[in-house]
T-cell receptor, first 115, second 111 residues
């Protein structure tokens, strides 16, 4: 069971470079999310998607863009990387059923360093 | 003030000890509550949901006090394998994008 898969796992960038993080889930979940985790801050939501072709901004969207062209994939792009974007990035997915929101399933994380 | 706050930790306890974590949330419209566990350099994983009546899963007991906007997690008979960071998570609404994470409390269970 693959669940949620993120690539790459590690990346070092120079300031100003661009890159894309790929997230893929095989659970047929409607909702997908990108979080970043920094020491002492907790996970913060960057962008999310409630279905194929839809995206929306989260708490810290500046400097990032996303796309959800296929239901199973959610891409996070950094157009011009900055040292402040050094972080661990987690992709997650969840079902969209009503009532109390269900469990979040996370990928293993992508460690990004911007020099 | 953060929307979800937790004991700063770290907690260092001997094997077999009972340890309690506290969490408070500021948004009274929050509707569902969870504890996640995150091992060092790993992804968070759901430990348990928290229900209004309180719930128990083996050695773990979660309590919710909506009036005080307070959530707790009690771990009895701590094991070495319980060493991890415990994240309090609050969902503001019925839809998944409203998850808010606390900063986490780190637990080290010592032999």
């Amino acid at each position: 069971n693959a669940g949620v898969t993120q690539t790459p796992k590690f990346r070092v960038l120079k300031t100003g470079q661009s890159m894309t993080l790929l997230c893929a889930q095989d659970m047929n979940h409607e909702y997908m999310y990108w979080y970043r985790q920094d020491p002492g801050m907790g996970l913060r939501l960057i962008h999310y998607s409630v279905g194929e072709g839809t995206t929306a901004k989260g708490e810290v969207p500046d400097g990032y863009n996303v796309s959800r062209l296929k239901k199973q994939n959610f891409l996070l792009g950094l157009e011009s990387a900055a040292p402040s974007q050094t972080s661990v990035y987690f992709c997650a997915s969840s079902r969209s059923s009503g009532g109390a929101a269900g469990e979040l399933f996370f990928g293993e994380g992508s460690r990004l360093t911007v020099l | 003030r953060k929307e979800v706050e937790q004991d700063p930790g770290p907690f260092n306890v001997p094997e077999g000890a009972t340890v309690a974590f506290n969490c408070t949330y500021s948004n009274s419209a929050s509707q569902s509550f969870f504890w996640y566990r995150q091992d060092c350099r790993k992804e968070p994983k759901l430990l348990m949901s928290v229900y209004s009546s309180g719930n128990e899963d083996g050695r773990f007991t979660a309590q919710l006090n909506r009036a005080s906007q307070y959530i707790s997690l009690l771990i009895r008979d701590s094991k070495l394998s319980d060493s991890a960071t415990y994240l309090c998570v609050v969902n503001r609404g019925n839809y998944g994008q409203n998850f808010v994470f606390g900063p986490g409390t780190r637990l080290s269970v010592l032999p």
